[in-house]
């Protein structure tokens, strides 16, 4: 299936601070793009999404950058906050389903 | 508004023994239904989905299979496990290829 690169792996920063998760793909046919949060002992939830007509969608504290002719996209968390502290997970659709990165493990320290 | 349900939320069963979880959809028709696995770690792994009735796609040859008995049934079976069996199981649903909703999983053990 299409392939998605998601870096850090871990991410840690101080409260308040803001942190960037990064994620490439291949396959330029690509048109959705969503972004999860984990949290310990649960499902994943699907926190924001953009779709490839823009190139920024922003929801409160959390945004998504997309750019389409490098073929990446980005999550954004400003003013972080210790709950913000879980695994985050971009993916693509990839035939039938989301592929999903491999993760990123944010933690917020107070 | 829709909810995905799964159960149980924790199993543990030892080697060899049958398995059944399932997971249901409320207030939506028709939906597409996954199921995941994710092991010790982060990555999601996709084992089976369904886009109707009685179809089912498997992605990964393994010791699972699943069955979709009602339009928002879906069940993951074994008929013996494995250790490697164990893990966090995940069942989603989505209506094309756009969002895509998980359950709150379902905790394998096996011993």
Known sequence: GENVEQ???TLSVQEGDSAVIKCTYSDSASNYFPWYKQELGKGPQLI?????NVGEKKDQRIAVTLNKTAKHFSLHITE?????????????????????????SLLVTP | SQTIHQWPA????????????ECTVEG?????????RQAAGRGLQLLFYSVGIGQISSEVPQNLSASRPQDRQFILSSKKLLLSDSGFYLCAWGTGKTEQYFGPGTRLTVT
């Open chain 1, 7 to 9: 870096h850090p792996s």
């Open chain 1, 48 to 52: 924001i999404d953009i779709r490839s």
């Open chain 1, 80 to 104: 972080t906050q210790p709950e913000d502290s879980a695994v985050y997970f971009c993916a693509l659709w990839s035939g039938y389903a989301l592929n999903f990165g491999k993760g990123t």
């Open chain 2, 10 to 21: 924790t199993l543990v069963q030892p080697v060899g023994s049958p398995l059944s979880l």
């Open chain 2, 28 to 36: 939506t028709s028709n939906p597409n239904l996954y199921w995941y």
